[in-house]
């Protein structure tokens, strides 16, 4: 869900919906959806998201360098220094990308 509403008072994605991301939702529901904000992300907060991520969809293709595979997954994206385009810093396998790997430098 931070993800999902990361342009709407973003937040430090951990997986928890805590005050930051109902900040998220809120500010989606005033500005977007233009209703009364509760935080509350119901069925119609859902489908508002899902009708806004088609509607302003990101090609993400277009943002990635042209050196790199477009169906690798990088790790720990921070730069695209060319020390981090090394295969290393990729996963290829859907097994790979289920699995921890630690980062190290």
Not at 41 to 50: E, F, K, L
Not at 94 to 103: N, T, V
């Amino acid at each position: 869900m931070q993800l999902r509403l990361a342009g709407f008072r973003g937040t430090v994605p951990d997986g928890d919906f805590g005050p930051g991301t109902e900040r998220q939702a809120m500010s989606f529901q005033g500005d977007f959806m233009k209703i009364p904000p509760t935080g509350v992300v119901d069925r119609a907060t859902m489908q508002a998201i899902d009708g806004f991520a088609k509607r302003y969809a990101i090609d993400f293709k277009a943002l990635e360098p042209s050196n790199i595979a477009p169906t690798w997954v990088h790790y720990d994206v921070r730069c695209y220094e060319p020390r981090y385009l090394e295969d290393q810093w990729f996963c290829t396998t859907a097994k790979q990308l289920d699995s921890r790997k630690p980062i190290r430098f």
